[in-house]
């Protein structure tokens, strides 16, 4: 069993051609880009294949744009594959170097022919590269495939430009113990007039070019067996037909030579009398053994007027080593006799005309030839289809027991391309495979662009193992979201089962993503394991259909091209959920927060078919049943998405403020900014109703009783933020006398004040009880700046707890203070009164803000009625605070009420020290 191997870009293709056992009727195909996918004039390859058949290598041209065209004038490269463990996949490709002499100098031909993993590439150089009057050669390279290391080149022959002459074509052969030979053509400045030379490395350097031929001869071929060179070319006949029109006639001239002696006599086949329409032959040679096989083409048609739009292919045949071949050339596939052709209805669509799609090298059938060990020709060429050009093959079966003919195969052969693209100029190669073949061949694939023609260097191979793709399954309905996530598993076997491992497979969806959040990614590649299978995931946020497809990219263009093994299968995902709200506790009050479930969602805009899945922002919103219009209808929270698997969210909000009566909440997509309670165009669900009431408005104070200047606190609960129009409330607090004096005390509290609008509330406010307060009071809140508020009961919105005030100490152990508003790390003065004989601590304790709780006096004796003693304000407050006695106690500290004895009144430290302006003298 032997294994080829070529690399796709960066990807790793491993093909196996199996023996005996494998061989199968089916073919298979997998074009592989062998030109740098930015090149574009790539032209003119040429392949060849060791005798064991464990490498192939190809050379090509890497011409140049050149005034909106291609010309066949730049670098030589070189490309190989082989069975060899060691290397995985087509090597990276090498550039030939120039030799110092012919620096600026670019090559025109090149060839190739394979000693086991040494390459011998000829080719030809001009320099300077685009001189009429170019200096040329004929170089000969050796190439380590093994290492990938090239020799310098050495000159097989030489030419300079000054005697009106330059080298053309070259080809070269290894005879029976691997000495390169080589064939080249030289014609004047513009090739007319072309000769053909051999020759011969022996061991012993180059020969002196022996001329092969006489004038008007080009493209050669070549090949060896049993100890001699086959060469095969084109005699150009040109002629002006009575209509003036200068016409393509050619004859095929063949000669050998033996590999150490003289050259045979030209053996020649006229273009033939009895065909109406002239054409060049475009000739090749194979041979193997003794068997020696040439190939051409001549014009099918019967018009008389060019260019020639259909071909015959024929071909000579000997069993001789050359030395006779057939009378009358056959044709293949019939066998019918050259000077009969015109009674053939095997032909085969092409052109003569430059300007036919695949220019210059679209002209003709391009044939190529190998033979098999067997001695049995296979055969590949071009010819016109549809729009472009096909490679399409044939092969003998058997050779015929009488005659000089054969019995060739029908049915289904290997053909590369379907018409759509132009694919030309093959180099075949064969590489046993069981009892069959496998043909192995580069071509060029043109097109044209901007009005010139660009070409490509690709490789393909057919055998007798087709790779088959297969997907898990072939249509699948899912149903969301449950199952968003699909996986679909490719299988890359031959048609037995045997898997093909390390295949890079491209696998696309018209729908969906191959990235989790399901969107974005609609195309992956993946490599096949040792079972022959990848698995991904495809995963949709939409409903659809979608059209996968798997195929082998093998020309590395992530497009499933004619010829590229593939699969295809359609995944469908429904929805039949639908969606809804769903709110756990019920009755609920304003302010409290509730759990809302949002179910069935879906998580993109299924009603929209040119959505790609990306997710939608949904918007909750309070709305009215049965209640007052104020407050209005409000958002609950910012704009949200579901969870993509599975299409809910759990969300806890907040109830509105001021909400009474029934109600409940809706689901709505984007609405502009406008309130969307009822609008069903963008209504997505609605929830069961809910009964809601609000507590009435309400302030909070700190207990009393307090002294006049103490600190004090109040929150305003419940007070509404706006009025109807929903501008916001002014609302006044004020100090109100309940049980006073004669001259009872009324005081605004600060500036008019408003609320939270989410929460209707002011939380601690601290302020200063007014002085010189003695009886019960208490704080309202007024929406109106009244003259008299406190007895003002319209304007009243809230009252609060009573507040008992005295200016006398209460009875009682308690701390008073010197300074209730100092600065940090300032000492004040902190008197302990009405405390029993004793020793105590004193506490820095915290009522609101940063927290700073530490002794800050330790052991003061008590043993008066009142003992003052300094306190240090801790530089880290920043709050509302108080000091607190304790008895001296381990367990001592802020809140302990077992060691608790008296405190102060609020402390109100600044939170920034300003220091004092100094006015500077004048100088």
């Known amino acids: 069993m032997r294994k080829w191997r070529w690399q796709l870009g960066i990807a790793l293709l491993l093909i196996a051609l199996y023996g005996v056992t494998h061989v199968f009727a089916v073919w298979w195909h997998v074009p592989v880009l062998l030109s740098a996918p930015t090149a574009v004039c790539d032209l003119e390859p040429r392949s060849a294949i060791s005798t064991d058949g464990g490498w192939l290598a190809s050379v090509w041209i890497q011409g140049r744009k050149i005034n909106d065209g291609c010309v066949s004038r730049g670098t030589a490269m070189l490309r190989w594959v082989t069975t060899d463990a060691a290397q995985t996949g087509w090597s990276n490709p090498i550039a030939l170097p120039l030799p110092t002499e012919y620096a600026t100098g670019c090559f025109v031909h090149t060839d190739v022919a394979l000693d086991d993993s040494t390459a011998h590439v000829a080719a030809t150089v001009w320099s300077p590269c685009d001189d009429m009057s170019a200096n040329s050669a004929i170089l000969h390279y050796t190439c380590n495939l093994s290492t990938g290391a090239c020799s310098p080149a050495t000159i097989a022959s030489a030419q300079l430009g000054a005697e009106g002459m330059r080298f053309s074509d070259t080809r070269i052969v290894l005879d029976s113990q691997n000495r390169p030979h080589i064939v080249y053509g030289r014609g004047d400045h513009t090739l007319a007039q072309g000769e053909l030379f051999y020759t011969r490395n022996l061991g012993s350097g180059w020969t002196v070019p022996e001329q092969l031929s006489s004038e008007n001869a080009y493209r050669p071929s070549l090949a060896t067996s049993n100890g001699r060179i086959h060469v095969v070319w084109q005699y150009h006949r040109d002629y002006v037909d009575t209509l003036g029109r200068l016409r393509q006639r050619g004859d095929v001239h063949y000669r050998y030579c033996a590999e150490e002696g003289a050259c045979n ?9 009895t065909l109406v329409e002239p054409t060049y032959p475009i000739p090749d040679v194979a041979a193997r053994g003794d068997r020696v096989i040439l190939t051409w083409n001549v014009c099918a048609d019967v018009d008389n007027n060019p260019p020639c739009e259909s ?5 000579a045949r000997s069993d001789t080593n050359g030395s006779e071949f057939s009378a009358q050339p056959l044709e293949v596939g019939s ?22 799609p695949g220019g210059e090298y679209g002209m003709h059938l391009n044939p190529s030839v190998a033979v098999d060990p067997a001695g049995l020709p296979y055969l590949v060429w071009q010819m016109q289809q549809g729009t472009g050009c096909v490679l399409t093959t044939t092969h003998a079966i058997t050779a015929e027991e009488v005659g000089l003919g054969f019995i060739w195969a029908v049915g289904s052969l290997p053909q590369f391309g379907d018409g759509s693209d132009i694919r030309v100029y093959p180099s075949l190669s064969l590489a046993t495979a069981g009892d069959t073949q496998a043909l192995h061949l580069t071509y060029m694939h043109t097109w044209q662009e901007d009005q010139w023609n660009r070409s490509q260097v690709f490789y393909d191979v057919a055998g007798p193992a087709r790779p088959i793709v297969q997907l898990n399954y072939t249509e699948r309905t899912s149903t969301l979201p449950l199952e968003r996530a699909q996986v679909i598993t490719a299988h890359v076997a031959q ?9 890079p497979v491209m696998i696309e969806t018209t729908l969906g993503s191959f990235d989790p959040n399901g969107y974005g990614v609609s195309q992956l590649q993946t490599t096949t394991d040792a079972q022959g299978t990848t698995t991904v995931t495809l995963y949709s946020n939409l409903v659809g259909t979608a059209q996968v497809s798997a195929w082998i990219d093998s020309v590395v263009n992530t497009t499933w091209d004619v010829g590229e093994p593939g699969a295809a299968l359609t995944q469908t995902w429904v929805f039949s959920g639908t969606p809804s709200l769903s709110v756990l506790s019920e009755p609920v009050e304003a302010g409290q927060s509730i759990t809302v479930t949002v179910r069935d969602h879906p998580y993109a805009d299924l009603s929209d078919p040119y959505s790609n899945g990306e997710p939608l922002n949904y918007f909750m919103w309070w709305c009215a049943t049965d ?28 109830v509105p403020m001021g909400m009474t009566g029934v109600y409940h909440i809706e689901t709505h997509l984007d609405t502009g900014g406008n309130v969307p309670c009822g609008n069903t165009d963008s209504l997505v669900a609605a929830s069961a109703t809910l009964t809601a009431t609000a507590a009435p408005p309400s302030l909070t ?13 109040t929150t305003v609960l419940n007070h509404p933020y706006s009025d109807i129009g929903g501008e916001p409330l002014d ?5 109100c006398p309940v049980v006073a004096p004669t001259a009872p005390l009324t005081q605004q509290i600060g500036e008019p004040f408003q609320v939270d609008s989410d929460t209707w509330s002011r939380p601690n406010w601290t302020f200063q009880a007014p002085f010189s307060i003695n009886g019960t009071y208490r704080l309202e809140t007024h929406n109106a700046n009244v003259e008299t508020p406190c007895s003002h009961a319209d304007s009243r919105v809230a009252v609060s707890a009573s507040i008992e005030a005295t200016s006398d100490y209460p009875p009682g152990p308690l701390i008073t203070l010197n300074d209730d508003q100092p600065y940090p790390d300032m000492v004040i003065v902190a008197t302990l009164r009405q405390h029993a004989n004793g020793v105590y601590d004193v506490w820095w304790c915290t009522d609101y803000g940063s927290v700073v709780e530490q002794r800050v006096v330790s052991a003061v004796t008590v043993n008066t009625d009142t ?53 500077r003298a004048r100088r």
């Open 627 to 654: 209640a007052p219009e104020y407050p209005p209808a409000q958002q609950l929270g910012d704009a949200f998405q579901v969870n993509i698997n599975t299409w809910e969210r759990i969300k806890m909000v907040r």
């Open 311 to 315: 071909f015959y292919l024929i071909y």
């Open 731 to 735: 609302y006044y607090l004020w100090w």
């Open 335 to 356: 066998d019918i006799e050259l000077h009969s052709i015109n009674i053939s209805t095997r032909y085969y669509a092409g052109s003569d005309d430059p300007e036919n």
């Open 867 to 919: 003992v003052p003693t300094s306190v240090r304000v801790p530089l880290q407050v920043s709050g509302l605070y108080h000091v607190e006695s304790h008895t001296t106690d381990p367990g001592a500290g802020c809140g302990n009420v077992t060691t608790y004895v008296g405190s102060s009144a609020l402390i109100r430290p600044y939170h920034q020290i300003y220091l004092p302006l100094v006015m």
């Open 265 to 273: 006599p030209v053996i020649s086949y006229l273009y033939p009398t």
């Open 495 to 503: 048609q037995d089962g045997t898997p093909f491992s390390n295949v």
């Open 701 to 713: 104070v700190s207990p009393g009783p307090v002294m006049g200047g103490d600190w004090m606190t």
